[in-house]
């Protein structure tokens, strides 16, 4: 015979179980995360329009017109009275000269007919010292300058040509031609050859040609230089080794040997004023 329950039995294991499982949920005695929120008070701001006719009326601005600022005449300023420089140098102040050097001597002259290197450096250098000699004194001013010849020699001495490549004074050009014209009968060539080079005369009181050095003519003249990377555009490119000095032949190496004179002083000091002149420092020139 089966066992009956009462009613509030059943009711009450309901209500158990409907408990625990809103526990287990979290519907129950969850704590609240965020804080209760406090009461605001409500305040009503209550707002009367008013119609324009209600308005206090202002009275209009007067503006005031705008005038220009009136000038002030400037202070008369005194008289500004200047005085004339000057003159760096005085009209009178003696002026810079330098007398002609002698001419080339006999033995100067027998030398340079006998010397070969270099194409005939002694008889170029000697050639120009007697035309030097012969112009005179240089006198610092608009006449002194420089004047820069291509000339050429006969075998016999006799002068075939002269041409003017340039010149800086036109005085010094007249009185180099005129020297030129009148010099005196002049060896023959070292080589027994038509005689071609350039010479520039120095017709200035700052500036002298000195004899030249004779030390080094044995040795071989450098290579030209030419530029590996040069390139046409339509040749191959071919990469171009570079050119080596080529050996004197023993020969002519002693030939020259033997015509090498003693250099002097005046020739060493004259070689290195114009080093000093061409890379020298302008600090060491002033």
Request: glycine share 4%.
């Amino acid at each position: 015979m089966p066992r009956k329950h009462s009613f509030p039995a059943v009711l009450f294991t309901l209500a158990l179980h409907s408990l625990a499982l809103a526990w287990a949920m979290g519907w129950v005695f969850k704590p609240s995360d965020t804080p209760p929120l406090p009461k605001t008070k409500t305040t009503v701001v209550s707002l009367n329009l008013l119609k324009p006719t209600d308005l206090p009326q202002r009275e209009p601005i007067q503006r005031k017109p705008i005038t220009a600022p009136t000038q002030q005449p400037a202070p008369a300023l005194p008289p500004v009275t200047t005085t004339p420089a000057a003159p760096t140098t005085q009209p009178n102040a003696p002026r810079a000269t330098m007398a002609a050097p002698p001419p080339p001597t006999a033995e100067e002259w027998a030398f340079a007919a006998g010397y070969t290197n270099k194409n005939s450096k002694g008889y170029r250098y000697s050639w120009g010292q007697q035309v030097r000699s012969m112009m005179g004194t240089a006198v610092e001013g608009p006449d002194q300058g420089f004047v820069r010849f291509r000339i050429e020699i006969a075998p016999n001495g006799t002068l075939v040509q002269l041409q003017t490549l340039w010149t800086t004074s036109p005085v010094a050009e007249k009185l180099a031609r005129q020297a030129i014209h009148n010099m005196p009968p002049l060896p023959p060539t070292p080589t027994g050859k038509p005689l071609v080079f350039e010479k520039t005369i120095s017709f200035s009181p700052f500036a002298s040609d000195g004899p030249p050095l004779y030390k080094d003519d044995c040795l071989p003249d450098p290579p030209v230089f030419r530029n590996p990377f040069a390139w046409d555009g339509k040749s191959p490119q071919v990469a171009q080794a570079p050119v080596q000095a080529a050996l004197p032949d023993p020969q002519a190496l002693a030939d020259c040997l033997r015509q090498l004179p003693k250099d002097s002083i005046e020739a060493e000091s004259a070689h290195d004023r114009r080093l000093m002149e061409q890379w020298g420092s302008g600090q060491l020139k002033r």
